[in-house]
């Protein structure tokens, strides 16, 4: 396995401005990440802070043996009673079979920052990842994008809730999740693994209660002895030390949706493109009802309202219900960063270029129920290169950073024209120089009678253009045609690097790697040393 670095410029401006102008932003965070000096000062910070260090210690002990997690999580959840240790911490909804591959990418990225701060200061350091378990929106991660026939098909779940329940409040339909793990290994190519994974998929399954369930057991699978801490925020535990601070946040609502909503008007003006909307009548708060979860909106009286009218709660109602029976509120996302904050020593948070583009936004959040933003970390990003792609690579004379970047779509039109000779598309270029050159003087004739005459020859030279321009494509599609096995490799290249004009992350699950190289493949990666600083990395596999 070989680990390389490549720069990769994102598309986010903000996100582009963290990485590699922070200077730009520095306002609207409390840490640079790229000063060594930070980790002092924020353990100095979360000294001065209190948690429920024991009481959490026995939630999540109790959490993760529910999910059969191994020996090696437990002990590392023991080391959270130590008043020195700290958390880095990522979060994701819990996609099936982890969704795509940026949820294994951000739990990698958890594990490393961890271990190489722990080497580092010589104090405990967890890895944590936080299931947004609260999450109702299932479309989101009932499906996952599979290659088949040379494209890549979304292949969804046959289940679908019928409330607006979260995510770890639905249970799965045994019969329909079956369906569609054959669905899924069906489209996979048969590889040395896949017999062995489809049956710990099938059995993990059959063992799950949950979606969360079964996303916190494959992900121990997939990472048995690296101490990872999985929570699940929705769990009713968890909910009951979170009471005092959905107290805080209701009693500084107006401050968190006031500053939150400034902040966002700030970065618009200065030009950056912002992924989260928030007004200030957002109380950024949900209400759990019979099976719905609802948007709590705050009144000019000081009563909170669902988005759509749903119900009306006092203050005073929604205090008591902090108090009484917090298992009925969850965050959104400018509250979950804070409830995180409230209940572990956040040594660091690792976002993706999303996330980090909303935490921008934060800061007044944090400073509105008197916490402090730690030091944002973007996850690790990798794209993967299986043997065989990497072998089309070098035939083809094709740079694998170039296609991640580009996709290989020039470099596939091209080889296509070194197939002719000449080229088709020079040919082309030559026979338009030419026909312009015998149209001019019709044209320049044409102007002495009048400007109609002459806006008709301008449009017959454009539809003589147009019918070369046809001809080429058509002669470029039979060149195709003829090669089509080497154009295949192209098309398979630009798929497996370059999904739908994207990261391979984005689009691609972790079935076709896992059956290709088993269920050890992300801990091996983990096994190497890999710099933050970096954009981007291949991973040779």
């Known amino acids: 396995m070989r680990i390389n670095p490549i720069q990769l410029q994102s598309k986010q401006a903000l996100f582009n401005d963290y990485k590699n102008d922070f200077s730009n932003i520095a306002d609207k965070f409390e840490y640079d990440p790229k000063d060594t000096s930070i980790w002092e000062r924020r353990m100095e910070h979360l000294r001065t802070r209190s948690y429920q260090r024991d009481a959490l210690t026995d939630v999540l002990i109790d959490m993760n043996k529910r999910w059969n997690a191994p020996e090696s999580t437990i002990s590392t959840i023991e080391k959270l009673r130590d008043e020195e240790s700290s958390v880095v911490i990522a979060g994701q909804q819990a996609g099936l079979l982890t969704g795509p591959l940026y949820t294994v990418n951000k739990i990698i990225s958890v594990l490393q920052l961890a271990k190489q701060r722990q080497k580092e200061s010589g104090r405990p350091v967890l890895p944590v990842f936080w299931i947004a378990g609260e999450d109702h929106d299932f479309d989101e991660i009932n499906h996952l994008m599979m290659k088949s026939e040379g494209k890549m098909k979304k292949i969804s779940i046959g289940q679908t809730p019928e409330s607006k329940a979260s995510v770890s409040e639905v249970e799965i ?105 928030s007004d ?112 089309h690579l070098e035939r083809l004379q094709i740079d694998a950073s170039e296609a991640i970047r580009h996709g290989v779509g020039e470099e596939k039109m091209n080889w296509l024209a070194s197939r002719s000779a000449p080229p088709i598309h020079r040919l082309s270029e030559q026979v338009k120089e030419e026909i312009d050159r015998i149209h001019r003087p019709l044209r320049e004739k044409s102007s002495e009678f009048g400007p109609d005459l002459e806006q008709m020859a301008e449009k017959n030279l454009d539809y003589i253009f147009k019918q070369i321009d046809f001809l080429e494509k058509r002669m470029n599609q039979s060149l195709e045609q003829q090669y089509e096995h080497e154009v295949a490799h192209f098309n398979d290249l630009d798929l497996l690097l370059h999904p739908f004009g994207g990261l391979q992350e984005r689009v691609w699950g972790i079935v076709p790697w896992v059956t290709l190289y088993g269920t050890d493949l992300f801990c091996r990666i983990n096994e190497h040393t890999i710099p933050f600083h970096e954009d981007h990395f291949i991973v040779y596999v």
Do not use: C
């Open 280 to 391: 200030l009548d957002d109380a950024h708060i949900f209400y759990h009802d019979n099976g719905d979860r609802i948007l709590l909106m705050k009144q000019e009286n000081g009563s909170y309202r669902g988005k759509n009218n749903e119900l009306t709660l006092s203050e005073q109602e929604l205090k008591e219900t902090a108090e009484l029976s917090p298992e009925r509120l969850s965050n959104n996302v400018v509250t979950r960063p804070l409830m995180q904050e409230f209940l572990f020593p956040v040594l660091a948070f690792i976002g993706g270029p999303g996330e980090i583009n909303y935490w921008s936004a934060l800061k007044p959040a944090f400073r509105a129920v008197d916490l402090e933003m730690p030091p944002v970390f973007p996850r690790l990003s990798f794209t993967f290169i299986d043997r065989k792609s990497e072998q």
């Open 173 to 277: 339909n045994k019969s329909s999740a079956e369906q569609w793990v054959k669905d899924i290994f069906g489209a996979a190519k048969e590889a040395e693994y896949t017999s062995e994974f489809y049956e710990q998929v099938q059995m993990l399954l059959e063992e799950s209660e949950t979606y969360s369930d079964f996303f916190a057991k494959l992900v121990y699978r997939l990472f048995p002895d690296e101490g990872l801490i999985i929570v699940d925020a929705h769990d009713p535990q968890i909910r009951k030390l979170e009471s005092p601070y959905f107290s805080a946040m209701i009693e500084n609502n107006e401050s968190i949706a006031g500053g939150v909503f400034a902040a966002l008007q700030v970065n618009r003006k200065q030009g950056y493109e912002m992924n989260l909307d």
